[in-house]
Structure formats: C-alpha cells, structure tokens
C-alpha cells in the first residue's frame, strides 16, 4: 500500500505513514497481530514472519512509522522507554565511556550508573550546553554523546548541530533522547543525530495509557546491529500496546498545537506571577536556551519548571492542586505536576542534583490539554494556599 501514497507534510506522515492499513482485507488500521508465532510452509524458506520477538507485522508498522517521521532509516520499538536506552547502550563493551548532559532523565542516569558500570562501561554528566566543556571531556575511551535538549528537569539546551559536529570529529556516536520534544518540534536526525530514543509512554502514546519506547537510526547498518540487540535481549514491544501507540501518534500534531498553546499561557503566567520565583520554559525570550532552541525547534514545548519564592510551603501546594494530578511521567493529554527531587531524580544522589540545580523546591509541570483558565485557576488557589 504505502508505495502509492502521495504526500508531503508531516501531517499527513502522521496518518498515512509507515505501514498504512491492511492490504489481506482492506482495513484502514493495521490489525493487531496477536500472536507469538507465525506457520511456515516448509523449512529453509526464509520467511519474512516467524516469532514475534524477532518481527511482528504490527510492531513493524510502528516501527516503519517513526522511522518515516524522524528521518531515519530504522525504527525499532521497547517495551519502555527504559528498555530502548539500554538496548542502545548495549551497543558498547567493557573500558567504553559514554558522555552525557548533565541533566538527563534519572533513570537514564540510573541505569549507567547502577547497571552498566557493573558491566565496566563508565559514564560522566558533562555541561553539553556548554560546547567546549563537552570537547574537554572526550577521551580516547569516550565512544558516544547522550543528549537530551531540553533537558529534564531544567529543560537545559543543548545546541544539537554543534554537539553533532564535535562527537563525529572525534568518531563518537552521538545519540539523543527526543522525548520531550517529538519529532513534530524537533528532528535531531537531521542536525547530524546517530540515534534517537524515545520514551513513547509519554507524548508519542499521549494518553497516559501505555508504557512504550522507540529507537530511531539515521542510517541501516546502526539499524541491523540495534536490530540484533533487540532481538537477541528481547524487550520488545507488544502487538496490542503497539496499535495503541500507533494510534497515540496518529494526533501528535493535533494535540502538541494545543498543549503548547497552554504552555505558553502557563509559562507567560508563572512569569508574572510575583509568588513564583523561577521559570524554566525554552520558549520564554529570557530564558537562556531561548535562541539555539528556537534555531533547532519548532517552539518551547510544554514541559516547565518553576520554583515559589521561599514564603510558600511545597507539600500544601502539591496536596492543594484539585484538577492537575500529581503524578509521576508527562506528555499525556492530563497535566500532570511532579517533585523531581524525590520522584523522577531521586536515583541522582543529593550533592549531584544540588551541583546541577535540581533543588528540593523544585516543581515540574507537563501541561495538558484542558483549558488554560481551568489549569491557572487550579495553580492560582494552590499557591494561595501554600503561602505560610
Ligand atoms: C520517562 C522518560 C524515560 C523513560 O521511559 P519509560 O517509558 O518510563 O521507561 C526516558 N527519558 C525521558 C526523557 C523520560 O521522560
């Protein structure tokens, strides 16, 4: 079917890309292949089905899909977003070294230092917004660059072209995690990228109804060797939170328009807002990252953080909000507020997320898509509440 279709937008790449249909019955949606094996005519015939692990017809239209949508040439998809970043790692051996930005999602952190340290492959959180800092830090061992731009939870940027461009002069792969940006604000593929990773749990699946992650190479070979890997450790992803997935991503434009649209109100508002303190929103004019990430996205996004002046108490705010939940994860249609010092960064040790700003006043939002005024109120009546 798909060598028929005619399209140029990214729109359109969202509904009709990838593996469209079914051609056995006419079906507009791919169907969910539920099923472990596969029945084989006779041996030695090389068939393109055979166990799930290996390749399933609705994981592989997943896997066609946001390959198609972030420029790459293979797409392969996890169990969890967790599962994507180790089978990348996976790709390094004993004595290797992996830089990566000094904010990055705590289980990513977690992960190389609790598991793949064990494994003799070490780590260093570097400044990767900082270019010269991030060249400093390359030795003969360093072999590959994880970035996340913006950067959780400080929504830091990181000039992707540049980091690109350092990491190849020096034969690293350079990989990044895309997931608070999705690639309908930002295709890191295209400013040089190796690798992309995704965890689909959030904005891609969008509904705060699945747990999913993606890889994405620019080129095949990465894509064959990732493939084997994935084969070979057997995260993958089921057929059935496949179709979810697929059908998460089918309205990424539709709903990032409006939860941006949100975010900016939101982050014009805690800007004004003499209770709060501090903002951190790539798509304020003030805010440091403002200019490289405007060059490299399509706005801000809507993932914020702010702090309230020192007159307020955090635990009333957060047990005062009514409508927005707070809960662990980001990027469903609900907004959501979290503590990362104790949830989502409290795998970094104490003196680290001091050193890197992470403080215990810290308040991270993942805006939704209700209405703006609802959302302000709920955050108006808790700060009130909050002050001491
Ligand atoms: C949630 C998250 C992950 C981990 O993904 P899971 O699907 O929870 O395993 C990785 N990176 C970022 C930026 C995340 O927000």
Not at 6 to 33: E, K, M, R, W
Not at 137 to 150: F, G
Not at 266 to 293: H, R
């Amino acid at each position: 079917m798909s060598d028929k279709k005619i399209y140029q937008g990214f729109n359109s790449a969202l509904i009709h890309g990838g593996i469209y249909g079914d051609p056995l019955t006419g079906a507009v949606n791919v169907p969910i292949y539920q099923t472990s094996t596969f029945e084989q005519e006779n041996i030695g015939l090389g068939v393109k089905w055979e166990y799930s692990r290996t390749g399933n017809p609705t994981r592989a239209a997943l896997e066609a899909l946001i390959a198609e949508l972030e420029h790459g040439q293979r797409g392969l998809a996890f169990g969890s977003g967790m599962a994507a970043i180790t089978a990348v790692l996976s790709l390094f051996k004993s004595g290797d070294r992996i830089l990566t930005s000094s904010n990055i999602y705590g289980g990513t952190f977690r992960v190389l230092d609790k598991v793949f340290k064990n494994f003799g492959i070490t780590y260093e959180n570097v400044d990767t917004s900082d270019a010269a800092a991030f060249e400093k830090a390359i030795t003969p061992e360093v072999k590959a660059v994880l970035v996340e731009s913006p950067a959780n939870p400080l929504l830091t940027v990181t000039d992707l072209k540049q980091v690109a461009e350092i990491a190849h002069r020096h034969g690293l792969i350079a990989i990044t995690d895309n997931t608070f940006m999705t690639p309908y604000l930002q295709k890191p593929l295209d400013f040089g990228f190796d690798i992309v990773v995704h965890s689909a749990t959030k904005y891609l699946g969008g509904h705060s109804d699945l747990v999913a992650g993606l890889v994405v190479t620019k080129d095949k070979d990465l894509g064959d060797r990732l493939a084997f890997i994935q084969n070979s450790t057997g995260g993958v992803l089921g057929p059935f939170d496949s179709f979810l997935l697929i059908r998460g991503i089918r309205t990424l434009a539709v709903r990032m328009d409006r939860h941006v649209a949100n975010a900016e109100k939101a982050a014009a508002w805690l800007s004004k807002n003499p209770e709060v303190s501090k903002v951190y929103y790539p798509g304020l004019k003030d805010f440091p990252g403002y200019e490289v990430n405007a060059r490299q996205a399509k706005n801000g996004g809507a993932m914020m953080s702010f702090e309230l002046t020192p007159d307020h108490d955090i635990k009333t705010f957060f047990s005062g909000l009514k409508l927005i939940a707070l809960a662990e994860s980001l990027g469903g249609v609900e907004s959501l507020v979290c503590h990362p010092a104790t949830m989502t960064h409290a795998a970094i040790p104490y003196e680290i997320r001091q050193r890197i700003g992470i403080t215990d006043t810290l308040i991270r939002l993942s805006i939704g898509i209700e209405d703006i005024d609802d959302l302000l109120a709920d955050l108006k009546q808790a700060i009130e509440r909050s002050r001491i």
